[in-house]
């Protein structure tokens, strides 16, 4: 985080940093010099993080019920802002007061209370503020979005989607070709990584669109992979597929506060995503819906307003515009560009650090391993490291789970793990670290 560090890789700066300090790359003298360095370490103060006493499964006989938790499950749901319960309390007290006259009164009136937060959300993925809409759940905005923008002809019917996009994609993109009278197994057309390879080659989906583009109505990709965590390049995606004559869209829904994106300068035909994850307005928060501007006349699901407007179904509910608003002000606090800098040296050091201590070791065969499916370049992935391990994972996700670590796991031997620089230190990490040491020696 120090400007001497610009431009090198997280590795290198990790050991520049352990060199200077005169301790191991491995030592938690390190975590501690990158957190006081931190320039972002205050945001923290501005989430709720669960005491280790709190969680379900913390067994209190090994470890302290009184520390933060080691919350590393921001891809899954992000942490309540301290913001939340007081505007949450504002409009329950407004409605008590004031009944139906809050739909146009107070600083946050029912009717139109998202609109507030459309630039704070903009600024987020990227994009206009017009091209912005605060509405609905992700599988809802995705459906009206593909009702628009998936037009198939007998010629250009096909949609172009990853073999294994979140479920919920899956099946809406699979709704759509079937509401038109087609036949999925004709009209999805699926991306698969090489034989012996967990995440897909950028020139493989370029080579793809090229090839099939002329039959593809629709390239509906992941911003961010949600299983591997592979960061998509969308800006070479979206040029080949528009080359094609194709539209293209995007689930961000691992992306959006997560990385940098910029869906109005890369020409994106449109996006949606959720906001309980990296965006932490909770479970089943308000979803996000862009349509970029060029289709501000062309593309419309109604024909009363212009733009991704058209698409709204009602006024938003105003207990989830409350949440939402307590977090996206945090984030303007600083920016994505801050944020995706800290992040990529907050999981390169998490990578550092599970390469130290559980790469494959041919002199001790039975040791437990970890091999990272993520893709190691830190320009092809978010904060997140998916881990598949040597050993069956549930043993040892319930290991870490009585040692107060909150992560996410994948069956039969995934986890992943993801330290979210809005309010994750380096320390987080080395304790995960450390606790996942004990969590594998647990026989």
Same mark, same amino acid.
């Given at each position: 985080?120090?400007?001497? +560090? @610009?431009?090198?890789?997280?590795?290198?700066?990790?050991?520049?940093? @352990?060199?200077?300090?005169?301790?191991?790359?491995?030592?938690?003298?390190? %975590? #501690?010099?990158?957190?006081?360095?931190?320039?972002?370490?205050?945001?923290?103060?501005?989430?709720?993080?669960?005491?280790?006493?709190?969680?379900?499964?913390?067994? /209190?006989?090994?470890?302290?019920?009184? $520390?933060?938790?080691?919350?590393?499950c921001g891809n899954s749901l992000g942490l309540q802002p301290k913001m939340t319960r007081k505007y949450l309390e504002e409009e329950l007290d407004k409605w008590a007061r004031t009944g139906v006259h809050g739909h146009t009164d107070g600083s946050r009136p029912w009717a139109w209370a998202e609109n507030n937060l459309e630039d704070l959300m903009a600024k987020v993925v990227g994009a206009k503020t017009s091209e912005v809409a605060l509405m609905n759940g992700l599988t809802v905005n995705l459906h009206l979005l593909m009702l628009s923008f998936y037009k198939p002809?007998?010629?250009?019917? *096909?949609?172009?989607? $990853? #073999? *294994?996009?979140?479920p919920s994609d899956h099946y809406a993109v699979e709704s759509q070709i079937r509401l038109r009278g087609l036949n999925p197994r004709h009209s999805m057309l699926m991306l698969s990584p090489r034989e012996g390879e967990e995440t897909l080659r950028? %020139?493989? &989906?370029? $080579?793809?669109? $090229? *090839?099939?583009?002329?039959?593809? %109505?629709?390239?509906?990709?992941s911003g961010v992979q949600y299983y591997t965590g592979q960061l998509f390049d969308?800006?070479?995606?979206?040029? #080949?597929?528009?080359? *094609?004559?194709? +539209?293209?869209?995007?689930?961000c829904a691992h992306a959006a506060g997560n990385v940098e994106l910029k869906l109005h300068d890369w020409g994106v035909d449109f996006a949606c995503w959720c906001s309980y994850k990296y965006l932490n307005?909770?479970?089943?928060?308000?979803?996000? %819906? +862009?349509?970029?501007?060029?289709?501000?006349?062309?593309?419309? &699901?109604?024909?009363?307003?212009? !733009?991704?407007? !058209?698409?709204? /179904?009602?006024?938003?509910?105003?207990?989830?515009?409350c949440p939402l608003?307590?977090?996206?002000?945090? =984030?303007?606090?600083?920016?994505?560009?801050?944020?995706?800098?800290?992040?990529?040296? /907050?999981?390169?050091y998490l990578e550092n650090l599970i390469q130290h201590y559980f790469s494959e070791d041919p002199a001790e065969p039975g040791k437990p391993h970890v091999r990272i499916i993520t893709p190691s370049d830190p320009q092809q992935r978010g904060c997140q490291l998916s881990l598949a391990f040597s050993v069956p994972i549930r043993k040892v996700y319930q290991e870490l789970e009585r040692r107060g670590v909150v992560c996410d796991m994948r069956e039969p031997n995934v986890l992943r793990i993801a330290p979210t620089p809005l309010y994750n230190s380096f320390s987080d990490v080395?304790? =995960? &670290?450390?606790? /996942?040491?004990? #969590?594998?020696?647990?026989?």
């Open positions: 985080n120090e400007p001497s +560090f @610009s431009g090198l890789h997280p590795r290198e700066v990790v050991r520049r940093v @352990s060199s200077s300090l005169g301790c191991s790359p491995s030592s938690p003298q390190v %975590a #501690a010099y990158f957190d006081e360095n931190d320039d972002l370490r205050h945001l923290r103060q501005h989430f709720l993080m669960p005491k280790v006493a709190d969680l379900p499964a913390s067994d /209190l006989s090994i470890v302290d019920g009184g $520390e933060e938790c080691i919350y590393l002809t007998q010629s250009r019917h *096909k949609v172009l989607l $990853e #073999a *294994k996009a979140f950028t %020139a493989d &989906i370029l $080579e793809a669109i $090229e *090839k099939e583009g002329d039959s593809i %109505a629709v390239v509906m990709l969308m800006a070479a995606i979206t040029q #080949a597929g528009q080359q *094609k004559g194709c +539209f293209v869209g995007f689930d307005s909770g479970a089943g928060g308000l979803a996000a %819906a +862009f349509v970029h501007e060029k289709h501000q006349h062309s593309i419309q &699901i109604v024909l009363i307003f212009p !733009g991704v407007s !058209g698409f709204r /179904l009602s006024n938003q509910p105003i207990l989830l515009v608003q307590a977090s996206l002000e945090v =984030f303007n606090l600083t920016s994505m560009q801050a944020l995706r800098r800290k992040s990529v040296l /907050l999981t390169g080395h304790r =995960f &670290i450390s606790t /996942l040491k004990d #969590a594998l020696a647990t026989k």
